[in-house]
């Protein structure tokens, strides 16, 4: 139980709470959510059971569970597929980079909360955010101090301590998004926000959403970057791969849907544009802290530092597991100690992370392809490697692998009865493969 918890740990986070909503908000409301859920279902489901079956056969390493894999097919040394699990570090250093700087504008925004210096309208809160996120140090700093949070939990092994936390603090996280969803949807002219998440308009969706989609939810399922490899490494031979699977993606979109229902309703309500983008809930929130709560503003206060405080910890356990890939690779392909393994990662992460936060606005023409580095990041990493990660993970588990393993990890040796084995390989074989294919074929505007 403890395991799949802190798998769960890893898949909520600012995916979730920050990316989710501004992806809904841009690409308009409900039917994004639709195609989101099916994607969730259809493709990530199998993916990630994909992925806990390396990681529990392979019991390693993320880039080297697939190496065995293979090896044992095979009996030589290097095979292709650890390119799979390559690809997976690269990605997750990535991924690193640029979620510590939205990590850290939440420690930010928890500062300032504490300070009390977070009240006003939505037009204050717009123009502070753009205020301190152009800022040339802070941010960055921020983003740093993030990193060097997430290294002291790898290293110094109060990973377990942080993960026993989080067992009572996630669910405090969830009653504190229904206490403000509630408050969010009593706000004046909310029920437009509820239409917007519920009532789909499918002449809004463009070319773009299909990919969005997918990416939105193998980001916030943390699939494709080989992480839940990790995790299920540590999985006994009775975890039911398939069910955990089912309970890991109904608690990460309930609480997407949860996000969704807190930014819009208050969104509507005071006047931010839904397609505001990255800075969606920074600067929605602060105006719900202090109006929704005015008729007791200490306890406006007290949600805003709950919130931006549980909020910073849902996206430390996702840091945590993103620098785990990247230190336990380190450490033990190149003969590293662990710890120069994890101060290499924290290095080049805090690097990348650097660069992300000055190009908000502290430094002009830091842009790649016309996007600041941290929407670049972002897209390279949502929407090009995470689907690509899957997609070569289910056709490695579809057709590489012998089927007996998969079978026998599908079912746990037989135990379990009326698994869905069949269904389960029909969809890593042909309907995963073809379904991202298909997707990045129509982005291309081939198909
Ligand atoms: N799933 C995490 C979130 O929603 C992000 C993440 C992506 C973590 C990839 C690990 C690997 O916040």
Redo the contacts with the bound molecule.
């Keep these: 139980m403890g395991i799949i918890l802190a798998t769960a740990g ?7 709470i920050w ?1 989710f909503p501004y992806m809904t908000g841009q690409n308009g409301g409900a039917a994004f959510i639709i195609l989101y859920i099916i994607r969730v279902f259809l493709l990530g489901i199998p993916g990630m059971v994909s992925e806990f079956i390396i990681g529990r056969h392979g019991a390693s390493n993320a880039a080297r569970a697939y190496a065995v894999m293979a090896e044992e097919k095979r009996h030589r040394q290097f095979h292709p597929s650890s390119l799979i699990g390559y690809m997976g570090v690269l990605t ?1 250093m990535i ?1 690193l980079g640029f ?1 510590a700087v939205v990590a850290g504008w939440c420690l930010q925004y928890l500062f300032v909360s504490v300070m009390g210096h977070l009240q006003g309208d939505a037009t204050f809160a717009a123009g502070y955010f753009q205020q301190f996120t152009s800022h040339p140090v802070l941010p960055a700093l921020w983003t740093v101090l993030f990193i060097l949070l997430t290294h002291y939990v790898v290293v110094h092994g109060v990973r377990n301590g942080i993960e026993r936390a989080s067992k009572v603090l996630m669910p405090a996280l969830f009653l504190l998004l229904l206490f403000i969803v509630v408050a969010s949807c009593l706000l004046p002219g909310a029920s437009a926000g509820i239409d917007f998440l519920f009532r789909p308009d499918f002449s809004k969706l463009d070319e773009g959403v299909f990919l969005e989609a997918l990416g939105q939810a193998f ?4 699939l494709g ?1 080989a ?1 839940l490899c990790t995790y299920a490494s540590y999985y006994s031979r009775q975890t039911n791969l398939f069910r955990s699977a089912m309970q890991i993606a109904a608690v990460d979109s309930v609480i997407a849907i949860l996000a969704g229902l807190m930014i819009f309703p208050a969104a509507f309500s005071v006047g931010v544009q839904p397609d505001s983008g990255p800075s969606l809930i920074f600067i929605t929130l602060p105006s719900v802290f202090s109006q929704a709560f005015s008729f007791l503003p200490p306890l406006g206060y007290l949600v805003s530092i709950l919130f931006y405080a549980l909020l910073s910890l849902a ?1 430390l356990t ?1 840091t945590i ?2 620098h785990e890939i990247g230190t336990s690779f380190l450490y033990e392909e190149f003969q590293l100690s662990r710890r120069s393994g994890a101060w290499i990662e924290t290095a080049l992460c805090s690097l990348l992370g650097i660069l992300c936060a000055l190009s908000m606005g502290a430094v002009d023409g830091l842009r790649l392809f016309g996007m600041d580095m941290l929407a670049f990041c972002d897209f390279l990493t949502a929407q090009i490697l995470l689907p690509l990660g899957a997609f070569f993970t289910c056709l490695f588990v579809g057709w590489y692998v012998p089927r007996k393993v998969v079978r026998d990890e599908f079912t746990n040796w037989g135990t379990i009865r009326r698994a869905p084995f069949t269904l389960f390989l029909f969809f890593v074989r042909y309907v995963c493969p073809l379904a991202i294919i298909a997707i990045f074929l129509h982005q291309l505007g081939l198909l």
């Design positions: 890893s898949a909520v986070g600012l995916g979730n990316r997750s991924i979620y980001f916030s399922l943390s970057t992480c996206a996702s597991s993103m």
